[in-house]
């Protein structure tokens, strides 16, 4: 059964939500510096559906694309580090019936295929860039496990994949 639809996005008369899946890879890079453990993170940039939010590197699988190789690509494109997959950490999955950013009625399922994955051996860790134009991202920063907050105090907002990403960093 599809979740609920708010006030907000009520159908208008005769309006049938729009069916769209996307299936995303998602990468939990995890390093221990300065005497403290801490995860690769992506913001998502304000022109973006979750604009501010924070989620692990990652984002959609091409056609034809395998998703072990949709999330190498996708972590160097949001942060420049390149990486190669060590195993499936976990898969999410979020069902919600709301309006896009064009205003079209969606019935939306994202469903994220969550890897730890390792850097590649001296690859720089520290100079991190985003490399994809136009990109979804407008920020990427390494955040100490042990903080959800932000440097001025405020608790940091994190999507559904990052919250995974959190838990599956805690285990290893």
Request: proline content about 6%; glycine content about 10%; cysteine-free.
């Amino acid at each position: 059964m599809p979740p609920p639809i708010d006030a907000f996005h009520e159908p208008r008369e005769g309006e049938v939500p729009t069916l769209r899946q996307r299936i995303g890879a998602y990468g939990v890079l995890v390093r221990d510096d300065r005497q403290q453990r801490e995860i690769l993170m992506t913001r998502i940039s304000p022109w973006d559906y979750g604009a501010g939010m924070w989620t692990l590197p990652g984002g959609g699988i091409d056609h034809g694309e395998h998703p072990d190789d949709a999330v190498v690509r996708e972590v160097y494109e949001e942060t420049s580090i390149r990486v190669r997959v060590r195993s499936i950490g976990r898969v999410t999955s979020l069902h919600v019936i709301g309006r896009n950013r064009a205003g079209l009625l969606e019935d939306f399922q994202g469903v994220g295929i969550i890897y730890v994955v390792d850097a590649l051996e001296g690859v720089e860790l520290d100079s991190l860039q985003i490399i994809e134009q136009d990109s979804s991202t407008d920020h990427v920063e390494w955040m100490p496990l042990d903080s959800v907050h932000d440097a001025q105090g405020r608790p940091r907002d994190f999507t559904n994949v990052a919250k995974a990403g959190l838990l599956i960093a805690a285990e290893l």
